[in-house]
């Protein structure tokens, strides 16, 4: 199974990008799907979350600005960055739990640079 995920760039504050991660392999189902970011010198923290039947859940630091959205027959997931703050500036990192038709198992993307610039 791969993620690949792209719309990473470079906007000032205030901008907007939309992140996408695609799963491609042997794939029967996915279950959750997620979004996180690591920052320079920073730990690795959640931004979203969707279930596959589309619950959400996000960070609070990007409440309001952000949204996941997911496409099952796809095996996409997006997310819609929106009034963006230098603090968002991180590398981006899709992760999603798959299904094989034996066992769940979790994998992630490469990541896609973020950077915003005030």
């Known amino acids: 199974v791969q993620l690949q995920a792209s719309g990473g760039g470079s906007v000032q504050a205030g901008g907007s990008l939309r992140l996408s991660c695609a799963a491609s392999?042997?794939?029967?189902?996915?279950?959750?799907m997620r979004w996180y970011r690591q920052a320079p010198g920073k730990q690795r923290e959640s931004v979203a979350v969707?279930?596959?039947?589309?619950?959400?859940n996000y960070a609070d630091s990007v409440k309001d600005r952000f949204t996941i959205s997911r496409d099952n027959a796809k095996n996409t997931v997006d997310l819609q960055m929106n009034s963006l703050k230098p603090e968002d500036t991180a590398v981006y990192l899709c992760?999603?739990?798959?299904?094989?038709?034996?066992?769940?198992?979790?994998?992630w993307g490469q990541g896609t640079q973020v950077t915003v610039s005030s």
């Open positions: 992760n999603a739990d798959t299904w094989n038709g034996s066992r769940w198992s979790a994998y």
């Open positions: 969707i279930s596959r039947g589309g619950s959400t």
């Open positions: 392999g042997r794939i029967v189902s996915i279950g959750a």
